[in-house]
Every structure is written in structure tokens, then in C-alpha cells.
């Protein structure tokens, strides 16, 4: 039966998905999940130089053969698993991930204003910064059951900021044009509310040689959060 491996998002843990794995084992029985805390985030350490590729090292050394799952920056980690250690990812899912951003200068922004949110996230510590980050519109469907506010208070300063400075969306370099080399089929998820993460669903589906996108009824960015049965339906269509 599918093993499932889990890449949380920014902010979150391998915590934050409790709901969806007693779903997931619920109508798949038999399958098993293994959520991993990414660097920086619950009980793993923020390594120094820890980037993409090497968190995507990481989490294919505790997760094995399986199908990845990864939701916004455990997304972006998954995808360059999928190309650095495709002997392990027997299926993608992505949920609300991107490949990259094409343009130079826009790219350099993204990295400056990462780099003083890093900044900022040391000088307010975590459940300031929890506060706001939440607040953002991108995660206006989640309620406060569904945020898991606690789980990611867990989270220390240091580790968020490292990992936002190693690994936000500034400093990867795009990975359009090798989305061709990943043979594995692909799901891509996105929330009806989600409009940006749409495009780019389309945009990933686009150029995956095997992918199917799937669009969430009633969620934003968080669809495993916002609508966790949806998504395993969604899944589980998509298997068989």
C-alpha cells in the first residue's frame, strides 16, 4: 500500500498534519505517513547553508520511497526532490507550490524582502510575527482551530529566519524549464479562493509530463487545512 511523506509549509511543523493523515489512513487503509519537520521548523535544527536542494536531501533521507506531499514551502522542497532523488518519489502531490520566480529583479525583491522579514522575526519573536503572519489574506480561510497557532509558536526565532533566509521563494533558482524531467505522476492542488496559486497550478500541470491539477471547492491557500476531506478525496480519486 502508499507510503506518504509530508513537507509542512512556512511557519507550521510535521504537526500540522494531524488532521490529514487520520483522514488519509481512514480512507486508504493501510497506508502509512511520516510527516517531516523541514529545517529551521519544530524539532529540527536550522542547519547553516541548509538550501532547497539540501532540505530536499533531508527529507528524502527520512522519508524514503513514496509519494511526497508538500504544501507552499514543503511544495517547493518536495519539487527538488522529485529532481535530486527521483529514485524516492514514486508520486508528487503539491499543494499551493510554485516553481520559482522567472524574473531577475522581481526575484532579487522577493529575496531583500524575505531577508528583512528574517530580520523582523528576530527583532519580534514568534507569536508576534505568528500573529501577523496569519493575518496575512493568504490564510483568511482558516479558522482558529484550523491556524494550529500553538503548533507553530513551537517554532523559535532563529529557525524561522533561517529558513526564510535559506530557503524563501528569493533565493531559488526557477525550476520551469526541468519540470520536463520528472517522469512521476503529479497532482496539483489548489484552493477555488486561491487565484495566484491557480495560475500557477496551471502553469506546473503545464509542464509536467505527467500531472493532473485539481481545484479544492470552498478553500484558499491551506486546502489540507481548510478542507482536509476534500483534499483526501481528491487524493484517493487521483490513486486510483
Known amino acids: 500500500m502508499h507510503r506518504f511523506i509530508l513537507a509542512h509549509g512556512f511557519t507550521q511543523s510535521a504537526l500540522s498534519w494531524s488532521t490529514f493523515q487520520r483522514l488519509l489512513e481512514s480512507r486508504l487503509p493501510g497506508a502509512t505517513t511520516t510527516a517531516v519537520d523541514l529545517p529551521g521548523h519544530g524539532d529540527a535544527e536550522p542547519p547553516a547553508g541548509a538550501d532547497l536542494w539540501t532540505a530536499a536531501d533531508l527529507l528524502a533521507d527520512q ?15 518536495a519539487l527538488h526532490t522529485a529532481l535530486a ?12 507550490a510554485t516553481a520559482g520566480i522567472d524574473d531577475p529583479d522581481e526575484r532579487a525583491a522577493r529575496r531583500s524582502a524575505d531577508e528583512r522579514l528574517a530580520d523582523h522575526i528576530e527583532a519580534v519573536g514568534v507569536a508576534t510575527f505568528i500573529d501577523e503572519w496569519l493575518a496575512n489574506p493568504l490564510f483568511a480561510g482558516l479558522s482558529d482551530a484550523t491556524a494550529m497557532r500553538a503548533d507553530r509558536l513551537r517554532n523559535t526565532p532563529a529557525g ?10 528569493g533565493t531559488q533558482t526557477p525550476l520551469w524549464d526541468r ?4 517522469e512521476c505522476p503529479v497532482l496539483v492542488l489548489a484552493g477555488e479562493h486561491d487565484a495566484k496559486f491557480t495560475d500557477l497550478g496551471h502553469r506546473l500541470v503545464d509542464g509536467l509530463p505527467r500531472a493532473e491539477l485539481v481545484i479544492i ?6 486546502v489540507h487545512l481548510e478542507q482536509p ?3 483526501v478525496e481528491a487524493i484517493a480519486a ?3
Open 160 to 169: 524561522l529566519a533561517t529558513s526564510l533566509r535559506a530557503t524563501g521563494t
Open 238 to 240: 487521483w490513486l486510483r
Open 179 to 182: 519540470l520536463g524531467e520528472i
Open 217 to 222: 471547492p470552498g478553500a484558499g491557500h491551506s
Open 63 to 77: 522519508g524514503g520511497p513514496g509519494v511526497y506531499v508538500g504544501y507552499s514551502m514543503g511544495g517547493r522542497v
Open 85 to 96: 532523488r527521483p529514485e524516492v518519489v514514486e508520486r508528487l502531490v503539491l499543494i499551493g
Open 229 to 231: 476531506g476534500a483534499t
